[in-house]
T-cell receptor, first 116, second 114 residues
Framework: DTEVTQTPKHLVMGMTNKKSLKCEQH?????MYWYKQKAKKPPELMFV???????INESVPSRFSPECPNSSLLNLHLHALQPEDSALYLC???????????????FGPGTRLLVL | QQPVQSPQAVILREGEDAVINCSSS?????VHWYRQKHGEAPVFLMI?????EQKGHEKISASFNEKKQQSSLYLTASQLSYSGTYFC???????????????FGQGTILTVHP
């Protein structure tokens, strides 16, 4: 099973709202990722969690707040977003280690976010 | 730094072949290839580690030239289902603080017509 699930599929929010994106995987992966993807552009890495600890933050604005409550779950809390934050937000997970398959990232279907 | 993919777009008829290249200015540990269809998530195709290896998956194969820091994806006898945007993801090292950091190329749009 290589499934990563994300909820909600679509989200519309105002600039003063607070919302959360959720991601779940049951592959036993200990690394989880958040990416942002604009139309016709590649995914851009936002955050990496390794063993439930934040290991990479790509200088993401503080209005995006990640959380990893356990090894299967990853949240992205959103607050006071701007219209330019509208994008597809992708979650991914991978094994951690130097084995050949380690580092292969499996993506969820994404949450399409529109900020009004 | 973002790897550079070429070409930016390819149009094929069913049964034709295509090659997509991915070049990096930095030394690489691995290259990851993904295909993304419109409105869907990227789907993993294959990973290549440094050492000049080649891999194949049905009619899709890839190579990794460590000296040139370049990877190529070969699609043979293309099918309609091959249509989508192909991304290469470059990983600079095996571990350390950059672990897990995949930087994607800008993508190559492949369209296969009947």
């Amino acid at each position: 099973d290589t499934e990563v699930t994300q909820t909600p599929k679509h989200l519309v929010m105002g600039m003063t709202n607070k919302k959360s994106l959720k991601c779940e995987q049951h592959m036993g992966h200990r690394a989880m990722y958040w990416y942002k993807q604009k139309a016709k552009k590649p995914p851009e890495l936002m955050f990496v969690y390794s063993y439930e600890k934040l290991s990479i933050n790509e200088s993401v604005p503080s209005r995006f707040s990640p959380e990893c409550p356990n090894s299967s779950l990853l949240n992205l809390h959103l607050h006071a977003l701007q219209p330019e934050d509208s994008a597809l937000y992708l979650c991914a997970s991978s094994q951690v280690g130097r084995a050949e398959r380690g580092g292969t990232q499996y993506f969820g279907p994404g949450t399409r976010l529109l900020v009004l | 730094q973002q790897p550079v993919q070429s070409p930016q777009a390819v149009i094929l008829r069913e049964g034709e072949d295509a090659v997509i290249n991915c070049s990096s200015s930095k030394a690489l540990y691995s290259v990851h290839w993904y295909r993304q269809k419109h409105g869907e998530a990227p789907v993993f195709l294959m990973i290549l580690l440094k050492g000049g290896e080649q891999k194949g998956h049905e009619k899709i194969s890839a190579s990794f030239n460590e000296k040139k820091q370049q990877s190529s994806l070969y699609l043979t006898a293309s099918q309609l289902s091959y249509s989508g945007t192909y991304f290469c993801g470059a990983r600079p090292s095996a571990g350390g603080t950059s672990y897990g950091k995949l930087t994607f190329g800008q993508g190559t749009i492949l369209t296969v017509h009947p």
